[in-house]
């Protein structure tokens, strides 16, 4: 561009350039402004009794993004509780999925089922543009494909600002990465008054402590490259149960999801914080999720829900992946269904050894069953439903 | 004191995007300057939108 400029051009000139910046701005940033806005309709299924929000136990997060909601599915019969978080990281969407199929599907005919599907609800109204990340997703349902957002691991620093140069993690003052002030599976277990997600997952062991909840699943997606997928990883405390679910599913449903030790020496971590600081008994389900390795190609919707990448399938046939991994990649109903087979198996375990504190349920679908239906199959139109079920997120 | 740090950085934000808004205005020589006065404003004034 020339230099100088002469007095009859400048207003025009200054005209056409705000335009063209506030041009700029706008199909830049009304996008953005869109996804962090957008709601999700969720339809309550025939076992959710209440929906309360996060800041009942955590009032600071009262009018915050980062507030979520928390719904309730109480049996007639009394028995244990447990609470299934989905969204920790947003950007691991078959939590959420399972979790959403949880909340319209399940009928609790003893015990209680409390579920938080949008743990981290500002990381869900989050995204990661550098790594080209797509800002929703579509399952195809029966009734039309239904939309969700898709999110980041991290809170929006929009919620939760500024970032300390080193989180130091409370109370055992281990020294974290500075993002992870903003990890939800970090924060654990949290402060009242603390960073906001620390406000978060001080809730949510309130929720656990007052409620005398017995056990813990937070669900999680992860690399085919990293040595943690495809697994359970449990404390001492859960590591039996995890075990006999592991077994079993690997007996009767043919999938494979190992158990993995919670390593006591790394801090913020919920299948460790959730032990040491409550009477739960926490377990994280970890599903693969080609979609967050490194060496792929573009980070686009179908590659999140088919899980095909040629990439992979090169380094798979080289024995650098820690899952088997062929040309059928690893589709999103694969996940789905292996955190939902494993979580019944977990409270299928659980109840077995403490029949006093049963929780049983029906109208969750199998890893089968969701293989073969698909994931949409099990989410209900919220345009036919009574408008006081439908709760937005 | 993480709430007075943002306010702060907001209140930041907007001097300087009045700062950078107030030398285009009265920039008359150069087109190089007043694009990247423009240019300079866009992340502030998306941060005081809240969008990014």
């Known amino acids: 561009m020339s230099d100088g400029i002469d007095m009859k051009q400048e207003k025009t000139f200054k005209t056409a ?5 506030v041009g700029l701005l706008a199909i830049g940033g009304a996008p953005l402004y869109k996804h962090r806005h957008f709601e999700i309709p969720v339809v309550q299924g025939p076992g959710v009794t209440r929906v309360v929000k996060l800041s009942e136990r955590a009032p600071r997060l009262k009018g915050t993004m980062a507030d979520t909601n928390v719904f309730y599915l109480e049996g007639k019969e009394s028995g244990g509780k447990v609470i299934l978080m989905a969204d920790t990281h947003s950007n691991e ?46 399952i195809p349902t029966a009734w039309g494909s239904k939309r969700f957002r898709m999110g980041n691991r991290d809170a929006s620093p929009l919620d939760q600002w500024p970032d300390p140069d ?20 970090r924060t654990w277990p949290g402060r009242p008054n603390g960073p906001r997600m620390e406000q978060v997952t001080f809730g949510a062991m309130e929720i656990m402590r007052k409620e005398n909840v017995d056990i813990a699943i937070d669900l999680h997606g992860a690399e085919t490259m990293f040595p943690v997928t495809n697994c359970i990883v ?19 449903e043919g999938f494979n999801s190992h158990v993995e030790p919670s390593p006591s020496g790394f801090r913020g971590l919920s299948h460790r914080e959730i032990g040491d ?5 926490p377990f994280l389900l970890e599903a693969p999720i080609p979609f967050l390795d490194q060496p792929t190609g573009p980070k686009t919707v179908k590659f999140l829900l088919d899980g095909k990448d040629d990439f992979l ?12 991994y062929d040309e059928s ?18 409270l299928r375990q659980f109840s077995k050894k403490y029949p006093d504190r049963g929780i049983v349920v029906r109208g969750v679908p199998r890893y089968a069953e969701v293989v073969k239906n698909g994931v949409g199959h099990y989410f209900h139109d919220p345009a036919k439903a009574e408008t006081q079920k439908v709760i937005l997120n | ?41 866009i992340p502030l004034i998306l941060r005081l939108l809240r969008i990014k």
């Open chain 1, 17 to 21: 350039a705000v335009i063209l910046v």
């Open chain 1, 93 to 138: 969407p078959a939590g959420l999925l399972a979790s959403l199929i949880v909340i319209e599907n399940t009928v609790v005919e003893k015990g209680t089922v409390i579920v938080i599907p949008f743990f981290n609800n500002s990381a869900s109204r989050n995204t990661r543009p550098g790594d080209g990340y797509p800002l929703y997703y579509d």
């Open chain 1, 166 to 185: 080193v989180y130091i993690h409370y109370p055992e003052r281990q020294l974290l990465s500075f993002i992870d002030v903003r990890n939800t599976n």
């Open chain 1, 234 to 252: 449990a404390p001492e405390r859960s590591s039996r149960i995890a075990t006999l679910a592991s077994l079993t599913v690997k007996a009767m």
């Open chain 1, 277 to 281: 600081h409550s009477d739960t008994s």
């Open chain 1, 313 to 324: 399938l090169s380094l798979a046939k080289k024995k650098r992946l820690f899952v088997p």
């Open chain 1, 329 to 346: 990649g690893w589709p999103m109903e694969k996940r789905v269904g292996q955190h939902l087979s494993v979580t019944l198996e977990i």
């Open chain 2, 1 to 41: 004191m993480s709430l007075v740090i943002m306010i702060a950085y907001h209140v930041i934000c907007a001097f300087l995007a009045g700062l950078l808004f107030w030398n285009f205005v009265r920039e008359k020589k150069s087109k190089d300057d007043l694009v990247l006065y423009l240019l300079v404003m």
